[in-house]
């Protein structure tokens, strides 16, 4: 199984790169035409979400950021009683 690569491009978009599946909220694929790389908007002003159209540039888009360690996740709240 090869792996899925998740790049977070400076001022732009998260590129997609190996095996994924990009599903709809109705649990439908996305037919990608045979593309093994792809790229998401970040930015939320792209016309053809959730894909990046380059607008990111349009709208001086920025966001710099570098690898980092996260927090561990916080356990659920108790339900109440
Ligand atoms: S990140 Fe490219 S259009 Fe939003």
Redesign the pocket.
Known sequence: MSETKITV?NN???RVEGDFVIYDMEGQAFDLAGRTGI????????ENKPF??????R?G?QSEVRARRLDSPTPPAPLPA
Do not use: A, E, I
């Not at 790229?39 to 792209?46: D, E, F, I, K, V």
């Open positions: 491009r732009g978009p998260l790229s998401l908007c970040r930015c939320g002003h792209s990046c159209d380059g607008s990111h540039k709208v888009f």
